[in-house]
């Protein structure tokens, strides 16, 4: 089975860090595709960064250049740096695995960046 557990959420003020963990158990963490999704209230759901198993990545606009994402495949996770934070990336960040054909999710870690 199949699990993705995130972790390293939290409150920070803006101009703060965090990094978020992804733990992937049941597939390798070197999927075809991994990455990270966040989702804020009265927002769609938008693409952070994903890294493929080539180690190809990309970001979202809104987060170029702050925002840096990372594997670490002898344990099995990802990680998503995430550097000059703002209010406006305050939502739940989830993770989220493509291993052909199914996509696996975590249950999201919030982040809340305070003014």
């Known amino acids: 089975q199949v699990h993705l557990v995130e972790s390293g959420g939290g409150l920070v003020q803006a101009g703060g860090s965090l990094r978020l963990s992804c733990e992937v158990s049941g597939i390798s963490a070197r999927a075809d595709a991994m990455g990270w999704y966040r989702q804020a209230p009265g927002r769609q759901r938008e693409l952070v960064a994903h890294i493929t198993n080539y180690d190809v990545t990309t970001y979202g606009d809104s987060v170029k250049g702050r925002f840096t994402i990372s594997g670490d495949y002898a344990k099995n996770t990802l990680y998503l740096q995430m550097n000059s934070l703002l209010p406006d990336d305050t939502a739940v960040y989830y993770c989220?695995?493509?291993?052909?054909?199914?996509?696996?999710w975590g249950q999201g870690t919030q982040v809340t960046v305070s003014s």
């Open positions: 989220f695995a493509v291993q052909q054909p199914r996509q696996y």
